[in-house]
């Protein structure tokens, strides 16, 4: 049977166990406590693959609110899988985090969000920090995502967020724009890591200025989510989503690119339902969405001609975190929840066409809605390990680590 045909069957809450060979598989941490990463797109580990960030958090099953803490760790996969305390937040959503990562390209320093008080009233921010010297600086914004070279951020409004989709929001500071549909002071900003500068690039006023053929906007609620720089840094990616009373309590969604500066603005229209996404290469995205064939699946982007193919094999058509190891050679993704509430990480070999299922891991069904658990794998820079977030071991969401190197050969 291959190993495409097993994946599927897995799937489908089908699979023969006792047929597959899977990779060695460790928890990385233990209670007391909650312990995971959060999305599948930022540097869990340092250059050495030695260090795997993460969170501890102390409940499960409610959302944060601006009292709650985290308490920011790493994890040393040499020494016994020690923790590591290195810092803590008071910004931090389920799916996430503080958007704690590794900066690209340092050995030794990390940024997360986090929020300071003030009057008339607090406001986001990021730090900086060594994490041997523990030598720690602040940027006044917050952070999404990180530029290649570790010269820009890109972030959007955590506090619309926390309304609109609190999930990924941040409790704490309030939305002065709450009842705006479309404000023209806030949106994506670029923030220099350097010196702090900090300039909104695109409101959600200029998106909605930007038609969406077929699409009704009265009364739409709108905001920007999942804000992705590209592999050299000279484009980046976002989702615009609104609601409005066609939608009910979903969304609707369409894709937006950009240069780095914000100009050369490019959409793809709302009809494609756009889910999650990755970089390839500098010119092209792999997507989860729909197109007018009527099928939902992975589809490749090219950023400059426009054109859209099929990705992934048909049997595998399952929407997922996605990631491309070092090399572009394997393709990481996952699954939600089967109808036994089963999740499904596995490895996709571009070059056999090929697929490894990682495991098959229980998410018990009170993780669901805002506090679900998904595994948004990661992987180490050396292609050996991969970690995600699970609740499977009856202790609650942690991380495991999977020995991935007898799969991907590295």
């Not at 340092?106 to 523990?134: A, C, L, Q, Y």
Request: proline share 7%; glycine share 8%.
């Amino acid at each position: 049977m291959s190993c495409s045909r097993r994946v599927f069957l897995a799937a489908s809450g089908l699979a023969l166990r006792a047929q597959e060979k899977l990779p060695p598989v460790r928890a990385i941490t233990r209670g007391p406590g909650f312990h995971w990463f959060g999305y599948y797109d930022k540097l869990q580990f340092d250059p050495s693959s030695r260090y795997a960030l993460g969170v501890q958090g102390s409940f499960e099953h409610r959302l944060p609110t601006a009292e709650d803490r985290l308490l920011i760790g790493m994890v040393d996969t040499e020494d016994k899988d020690r923790w590591i305390a290195l810092d803590q937040t008071r910004s931090w959503s389920w799916h996430q985090t503080c958007m704690v990562q590794w900066l690209p390209g340092s050995k030794s320093e990390i940024i997360w969000n986090d929020r300071v008080d003030g009057r008339p009233s607090g406001r986001f921010v990021s730090h900086i920090m060594d994490v041997h010297t523990r030598k720690k600086r602040t940027l006044p914004a917050p952070i999404y995502c990180v530029s290649p070279d570790a010269r820009w951020a890109l972030a959007t409004d955590f506090r619309r967020l926390y309304h609109v989709r609190p999930e990924t929001g941040y409790a704490g500071v309030p939305d002065p724009n709450i009842d705006v549909l479309a404000p023209d002071n806030a949106g994506v900003w670029r923030m220099d890591l350097r010196t702090g500068k900090n300039q909104l690039l695109l409101s959600y006023a200029d998106a909605v200025k930007i038609p969406a053929a077929g699409v009704d906007w009265t009364g739409a609620k709108h905001w920007f989510n999942h804000l992705l720089f590209s592999p050299d840094g000279q484009r980046f990616v976002f989702l615009h989503r609104w609601r409005g009373k066609s939608e009910g309590s979903g969304f609707s969604t369409r894709m937006f690119s950009a240069n780095a500066d914000g100009t050369g603005l490019r959409v793809w229209e709302a009809n494609n339902r756009f889910s999650h996404f990755i970089w390839r290469d500098a010119r092209t995205v792999v997507m989860w969405c729909w197109q007018a064939s009527h099928q939902e699946r992975f589809y490749t982007f090219d950023m400059v001609s426009g054109r859209i193919e099929p990705f992934f094999p048909e049997e595998l058509h399952r929407n997922g975190h996605c990631s491309f190891l070092p090399g572009n050679r394997w393709f990481l993704t996952d699954t939600g929840p089967d109808k036994n509430r089963l999740q499904h990480p596995y490895l996709f070999d571009t070059q056999t066409r090929r697929s490894y299922p990682l495991g098959h891991l229980h998410s018990p069904p009170d993780y669901t809605g805002y506090w679900r658990c998904d595994t948004t794998p990661r992987f180490s820079p050396d292609s050996r390990k991969v970690v995600l977030d699970s609740p499977h071991g009856g202790n609650g969401r942690q991380m495991y680590l999977f020995d991935v190197s007898q799969i991907t050969g590295a």
